[in-house]
């Protein structure tokens, strides 16, 4: 009896210890089921980390470069805006100059036309030498004035270039060959021309000198004891000889009004 009782103690202590043993083991299965469970949301939880961390870094350089365009544009556009106002500044400054240009040209043209008109006179008045020169010189600024192509610039050049060229005849003197008019016959003769105060002519066979009398507007013939001071005179004046002393006779000439 006794001996049963033991083999049943020792069975039940069998069975328990078998069941403390399979307890221990779903306990320890389920602590590392446990553990697996919190490591692999950890790694999850760390994977959502590390995504948020990747998200936020792009987004942030996506903001850095948008704030980097931003000032780059807002650059632009100040420099933009002030490049608008010069060009603004340089429109109304331009409309200014165009109209004190139209007021200029519509002074001065008159003016031009004037001087031409001065300097056309002044020939007809003149002594007559170089006569087809000087009034083909007045044609061609005539002619000047109305062309579109030639800015008035220019064409205000020219007839301050004409006066300059009538100036220089009065401290000049010239020796050219020229036809010679005279009670209806035409001959070639030699002119002289001692700036403004006396022209002259002398026959091509040096029997023959006059000197024009603007007074009378006519030509008149020198007595023959200045033909040698006519020829020297032209001599002088085409460098045959050196410069010297002439004795002729001078008819004042009078400023053409």
């Known amino acids: 009896m006794h ?26 299965e389920h602590a590392i089921e446990t553990q697996v469970n919190t490591d692999s949301a950890a790694r999850q939880s760390q994977q959502q980390i590390d995504n948020l961390v990747d998200e936020t870094t792009d987004l942030l350089t996506e ?3 948008v704030l980097r365009q931003t000032q780059s544009l807002r650059a632009y556009n100040e420099q933009l805006e002030q490049l608008v106002n010069s060009q603004q500044q340089e429109l109304q400054s331009i409309d200014e100059q165009l109209i004190n240009i139209e007021t200029t040209q519509r ?15 002044f020939v007809e008045l003149d002594a007559p030498f170089l006569p087809a020169e000087r009034q083909e010189r007045v044609v061609q600024l005539q002619a000047l004035m109305s062309r579109a192509d030639v800015s008035l610039a220019e064409k205000y050049r020219r007839i301050l270039e004409a006066y300059q060229v009538e100036t220089e005849y009065g401290r000049t003197i010239e020796a050219y060959q020229g036809t010679l008019d005279v009670n209806g016959q035409s001959r070639t003769v030699d002119f002289l021309r001692m700036g403004r105060v006396g022209l002259y002519y ?30 020297q005179g032209l001599k002088v004046a085409r460098r045959q000889l050196p410069p010297d002393l002439l004795v002729l006779p001078v008819k004042a000439v009078e400023r053409a009004e």
């Open 202 to 231: 002398l026959t091509l066979d040096g029997m023959e000198a006059g000197v024009w009398d603007h007074e009378a507007g006519q030509w008149q013939r020198l007595p023959n004891q200045y033909t040698k001071s006519v020829d």
């Open 63 to 65: 903001y850095r470069e």
């Open 107 to 121: 002074d001065i043209v008159p003016l031009m036309m004037q001087m031409i008109e001065v300097m056309a006179q």
């Open 3 to 28: 001996k049963a009782n033991i083999a049943r103690w020792s069975i039940f202590g069998l069975l328990f210890s078998t069941m403390l043993t399979v307890q221990a083991q779903e306990s320890l």
